[in-house]
C-alpha cells in the first residue's frame, strides 16, 4: 500500500520560511524505474496546481510563481520528499500536497497514476 504523509505546515509572516516534508512508503517497492515526486497546492477559491516537481532522473521543474523561492529535495535513504519554502508571501498560502506518480508517454501520469497525500496548510500573513 502506498501512502505520503505531509508535515511541516503551519503559520508563517512574510518573508519566512518553512520546509515541508512527505514520507513515502511502498511506493519505490512497487518497481518503478522512473517517476515522478512534487508538490501541488490549492488556495482558497482557486484550483489545485502544481508548485514543483523532481524526477527519478534528478530533474526538477517549478512554478514560475515559486522559483528562485522554493527548492524540491528528496533523501532516498529516508524515503522522504521535501519543499524548502524562503521569502514566503501571503500569495503562498495553501493547502500543500505531496504526490507520486509513474512517468511514461513523456508526461507525469499525477492523476491517472498517482498517489496523493492528505495536505498540510500553510498560511502567510502579511
Known amino acids: 500500500q502506498v501512502q505520503l504523509v505531509e508535515s511541516g505546515g503551519g503559520s508563517v509572516q512574510a518573508g519566512g520560511s518553512l520546509r515541508l516534508s512527505c514520507a513515502v512508503s511502498g511506493f519505490t517497492y512497487r518497481g518503478y524505474r522512473v517517476y515522478c515526486m512534487g508538490w501541488f497546492r490549492r488556495a482558497p477559491g482557486k484550483e489545485r496546481e502544481g508548485v514543483a516537481s523532481i524526477e527519478s532522473d534528478g530533474s526538477t521543474g517549478y512554478a514560475d510563481s515559486v522559483k528562485g523561492r522554493f527548492a524540491i529535495s528528496t533523501d532516498n535513504a529516508k524515503n522522504t520528499l521535501y519543499l524548502q519554502m524562503n521569502s514566503l508571501e501571503p500569495e503562498d498560502t495553501a493547502v500543500y500536497y505531496c504526490?507520486?506518480?509513474?512517468?511514461?508517454?513523456?508526461?507525469?501520469?499525477?492523476?491517472?497514476?498517482?498517489?496523493w497525500g492528505q495536505g498540510t496548510q500553510v498560511t502567510v500573513s502579511s
Open positions: 504526490a507520486a506518480a509513474q512517468r511514461y508517454g513523456g508526461r507525469c501520469r499525477w492523476y491517472s497514476d498517482g498517489y
